[in-house]
């Protein structure tokens, strides 16, 4: 089956200082999409950055990250963390099945600290 | 834009004990899902539905049940609760075959005495 590993399960990092959350995964040939979802304090979980093609830099809110299928690889970069930042983040992977439904398959998450 | 609403938001529940979740979402989306969040396990997909009357187990089915009553609404029961459990229930829908992200609730945070 499809897995998602997230090596940190807690980062902290200075206000202006670059951010970097490690994501890798293992999937078969029905991953149709990458996720980075973030899920602030109290709150649901929503779309960071979403993408499905090698090599191609997706934007959001500050954040980027670039899918390597070589690599399987989606990491989630900042160049410069800000206090409202501090979050739990999630990396996961949709897959569809003969249904047509999407399943997404999640990381164990990564709690992001910004401090002052 | 639409909305989806969990209850009740927090459960408290004894051993043993079956207790019901609800989700309703407005967002007209065929497919529904339920999550079970644990601190360091990440979301662990319990039951989906593609449309009204549908069920799909998922990874974590043993030990719940669901019923899709419509296509607005969702419903997960924990058939025994389980003594000490704490954890977060979230719903999701997303649209079928189109969409492949879901736009989640805010979750039923149970814990079992």
């Known amino acids: 089956g499809d897995s998602v590993t997230q090596t940190e399960g807690l980062v902290t990092v200075t206000e202006g200082l670059p951010v970097k959350l490690n994501c890798t995964y293992q999937?078969?040939?029905?991953?149709?999409?990458f996720f980075w979802y973030v899920q602030y304090l109290n709150e649901a979980p929503q779309v960071l950055l979403k993408?499905?093609?090698?090599?191609k830099r997706t934007e959001h809110q500050g954040f980027h990250a670039t899918l390597h299928k070589s690599s399987s690889s989606f990491h989630l970069q900042k160049s410069s963390a800000q206090l409202s930042d501090s979050a739990l983040y999630y990396c996961a992977l949709s897959d569809r099945g003969a249904e047509g439904a999407d399943r997404l398959t999640f990381g164990k998450g990564t709690q992001l600290i910004i401090q002052p | 834009g639409g909305i989806i609403t969990q209850t009740p938001k927090f459960l408290i529940g004894q051993e043993g004990q079956k207790l019901t979740l609800k989700c309703q979402q407005n967002?007209?989306?065929?497919?529904m899902y339920w999550y079970r969040q644990d601190s360091g396990k990440g979301l662990r997909l319990i039951y989906y539905?593609?449309?009204?009357?549908?069920?799909q187990k998922g990874d974590l089915s043993e030990g719940y049940d669901a019923s899709r009553e419509k296509k607005s609404s969702f419903s997960l029961t924990v058939t025994s609760a389980q003594k000490n459990e704490m954890a977060v229930f979230l719903c999701?829908?997303?649209?079928?075959?189109?969409?492949?992200?879901?736009?989640f609730g805010p979750g039923t945070r149970l814990t079992v005495l």
């Open positions: 967002f007209n989306h065929d497919t």
């Open positions: 999937t078969t040939y029905l991953t149709i999409a």
């Open positions: 539905s593609i449309t009204e009357n549908d069920l």
């Open positions: 993408s499905s093609t090698d090599n």
């Open positions: 999701a829908s997303s649209i079928l075959g189109v969409s492949y992200e879901q736009y």
